[in-house]
């Protein structure tokens, strides 16, 4: 069966630190997979999305970055937080090739001081 | 812009009532609707997905109704038990081709008080 893991849980990070967040998927292959944030009071907002090994599509500007280094591996940047950046980011993947049915990971949850 | 919007943003009731929540979506271009519940520090849970409007889905105390036409779906939890208390979110699906997604809205955050 397919799994998804997210890591850290939690993050404190100061304003101006850099970030890192990583995603990986087991038991399935060539999955498309997606960012997302909810930031407080707000839903959950498409940030990236990847339908393969460097594909990366971001659906909001920001100062956040994504890449897909390995097919099952999905990893979330930021060079400067910013305090708007804090909220809690959810990783997911979708076996339909379709962006159709997505399973989510445990999730972040970042705060930016 | 689409936009997704669900009511109320959240409900406090009592151990065995029953509960209602809405979900509005743009009534054009439909493909689907699903329905997570999303409990603290888990992974939003998919609860339903619905494509025919008309569509009426269950899961034990748990059902939706889905109204392609006027753009809503219903989620109704009958005699509600404390272990229902989570965020219910919906999420429309755009279909776009080359870019497809799941649109939520900020969802209904439910809690049953013992």
Known sequence: SQTIHQWPATLVQPVGSPLSLECTVEGTSNPNLYWYRQAAGRGLQLLFYSVGIGQISSEVPQNLSASRPQDRQFILSSKKLLLSDSGFYLCAWDGTGKGYEQYFGPGTRLTVT | ?114
């Open chain 2, 1 to 114: 812009i689409l936009n997704v919007e669900q009511s109320p943003q959240s409900l406090h009731v009592q151990e065995g009532d029953s509960t209602n929540f809405t979900c509005s979506f743009p009534s054009s271009n439909f493909y689907a609707l699903h329905w997570y519940r999303w409990e603290t520090a888990k992974s939003p849970e998919a609860l339903f997905v619905m494509t025919l409007n008309g569509d009426e889905k269950k899961k034990g105390r748990i059902s939706a109704t889905l109204n392609t036409k006027e753009g809503y779906s219903y989620l109704y939890i009958k005699g509600s038990q404390p272990e229902d208390s989570a965020t219910y979110l919906c999420a429309f699906f755009y279909y776009g081709g080359a870019t497809n997604k799941l649109i939520f809205g900020t969802g209904t955050l439910l809690a049953v008080q013992p």
